[in-house]
Nanobody, 122 residues
Framework: QVQLVESGGGLVQPGGSLRLSCAAS??????????MGWYRQAPGKERELVAT???????NYLDSVKGRFTISRDNAKNTVSLQMNSLKLEDAAVYYC??????????????WGQGTQVTVSS
């Protein structure tokens, strides 16, 4: 089993910045995480992919966040971060960390964090 622990959500004004972080850990050895990323879900809407990054560093972004959000990861520490700049009202949502994990004794398995609230309000 793997736990994803998120941090960094909060309240920010439009145009502001926040940085989300997520760390994966488990009692067993983690061989690989591919990809890691962030999804979000606003009230009344479906969960959507915000950004993902492979172990090799390839990234994928939701069109509406391109140029404003940057995803990065530290493979050695099994962490992923999302730098969010120029935040807009429509970015407000619960953000979930996602990781597809290969762990000793297990096949590839997807895990989700508990979610962290991002509120954008003036």
């Amino acid at each position: 089993q793997v736990q994803l622990v998120e941090s960094g959500g909060g309240l920010v004004q439009p145009g502001g910045s926040l940085r989300l972080s997520c760390a994966a850990s488990g009692p067993g050895r983690i061989f690989s995480i591919n990809p890691m990323g962030w999804y979000r879900q606003a009230p009344g809407k479906e969960r959507e992919l915000v950004a993902t990054i492979t172990s090799g560093g390839s990234t994928n972004y939701l069109d509406s966040v391109k140029g404003r959000f940057t995803i990065s990861r530290d493979n050695a520490k099994n962490t992923v971060s999302l730098q969010m700049n120029s935040l807009k009202l429509e970015d407000a949502a619960v953000y979930y960390c996602y990781a597809n994990v290969l762990q000793a004794g297990w096949n590839w398995r997807a895990y989700w964090g508990q979610g962290t609230q991002v509120t954008v309000s003036s």
